[in-house]
Structures are given as C-alpha cells and as structure tokens.
T-cell receptor
Framework: EAGVTQFPSHSVIEKGQTVTLRCDPF?????LYWYRRVMGKEIKFLLH????????ESGMPNNRFLAERTGGTYSTLKVQPAELEDSGVYFC??????????????FGQGTRLTVV | DQQVKQNSPSLSVQEGRISILNCDYT??????FLWYKKYPAEGPTFLIS?????DKNEDGRFTVFLNKSAKHLSLHIVPSQPGDSAVYFC???????????FGAGTILRVKS
C-alpha cells in the first residue's frame, strides 16, 4: 500500500496561470480531504469528499478553486487563475468510512505551491 | 476565530525527560481529538487520538489527556527521544469523519 500520494511535490507558477494538484488516497478510503497550510500557520480545511460526492466544501476560499473526485478514487484540485495568496502547502488526506475501521485521517506529503 | 489553540510555539526538552504539549479548544461540540506529528517536507503523521467519552488514552510512550470541563488536552511523551523532535499539531472534529480543525502547532526539540 503506497499510502496517500500527491503530485507534484512542488509547483512554481506565475500569477494568472492554472495549476492542478492530484491526490491518490489509500485504496478503499471513502473519505478524502484537502487542507492547506499557509506561511507556516495552522493547517486549514478546504473540502471533504465522501466517495465522489462533495460532503463539505465550506473551506474553499473562492470560485478560483475547483475540486473533483473522479469515480470516488483520485482527486484533483485546480486553481485558476492562481493568485499570490494561494501560495502554501496543499495536503490531501483520506480515511475509512463509518464502520470500516479507524477514523483517523492519513495525510500525503503535500504539494508546495508557489505563485510568483 | 481560532477554535483550536496551541499557545506554545516551541518546547525544548532533554532526552529521557517528559515532554508535555498543550492544546485548548473553544468549540464544545468537538467530540474527537487527535495529535499529529510533522517532520519537515513531510505530511502530518497520525500519532494518537481520544474520544470525548474518555479522559485518557495511552499508546506506548504517548499519552493524551482530555479535560472537557476546561476544554483542554495535553500530549505527554515519556521518555522523550531525539527522534521525537518535530512539529506537533493538535486537531479536533465534531464527529467521526468530519473535517479536522487544527492548532498552529508546537515545535518540539529533544536535546541529547
């Protein structure tokens, strides 16, 4: 089991460009989350998928951010157009569904996004 | 409004001694609490958790204590080892599977 994997590990883009981050969760995990850590501060929630459905997207900053989870497997987070304040480390996490076992979320290594 | 607070940005402890990391929360609806450890350039790694129906959970060198009336939890590491040096995040959730609300983290340095 490879765990939660994220791609790319780093991305440097210019303001106004588009970037797409990808997350592959643990196989079989129904829950998939996106979080962001900006400037070494707290890790903040962006959104939560249960299988392919958006359960909670209350943390999405604005409509420049679009998340999808195709077929309830991997997920992508697209930022279009990117702004300077979008810089930070984007983490993906996954956890098992109710009744499936441990509820703890397991995190990927993160994607460091720098917008210049 | 920061619902989970870790008021100590850093903590330095001698190897072999106890490390105590603290966390306070404001939302009485939080039902589940977790500690994560993070090394540089890595994602947070789950360490230990506790449900609101308990006041203590122990796993090897790590023990988490929960004081619901004070809305306070703490992580004890005994004995501390140099490999424990990392950033420790406290997190809370209102229910199983819901989003985690994180504190800002505490940098722990264990000196040998």
């Amino acid at each position: 089991e490879a765990g939660v994997t994220q791609f790319p590990s780093h991305s440097v883009i210019e303001k106004g460009q588009t970037v797409t981050l990808r997350c592959d969760p643990f196989s079989g995990h129904d829950n998939l989350y996106w979080y962001r850590r900006v400037m070494g501060k707290e890790i903040k929630f962006l959104l939560h998928f249960v299988k392919e459905s958006k359960q909670d997207e209350s943390g999405m900053p604005n409509n420049r951010f679009l998340a999808e989870r195709t077929g309830g497997t991997y997920s992508t987070l697209k930022v279009q157009p990117a702004e300077l304040e979008d810089s930070g480390v984007y983490f993906c996490a996954s956890s098992q569904g109710p009744g499936q076992g441990l509820p703890e979320a397991f995190f990927g290594q993160g994607t460091r996004l720098t917008v210049v | 409004d920061q619902q989970v607070k870790q008021n100590s940005p850093s903590l330095s402890v001698q190897e072999g001694r106890i490390s105590i990391l603290n966390c306070d929360y404001t939302n009485s609806m939080f039902d589940y609490f977790l500690w994560y450890k993070k090394y540089p350039a890595e994602g947070p790694t789950f360490l230990i958790s506790i449900s609101s129906i308990k006041d203590k959970n122990e796993d090897g060198r790590f023990t988490v204590f929960l004081n619901k009336s004070a809305k306070h939890l703490s992580l004890h590491i005994v004995p501390s080892q140099p490999g424990d040096s990392a950033v420790y995040f406290c997190a809370a959730s209102v229910a199983y599977g819901n989003k985690l609300v994180f504190g800002a983290g505490t940098i722990l340095r264990v000196k040998s």
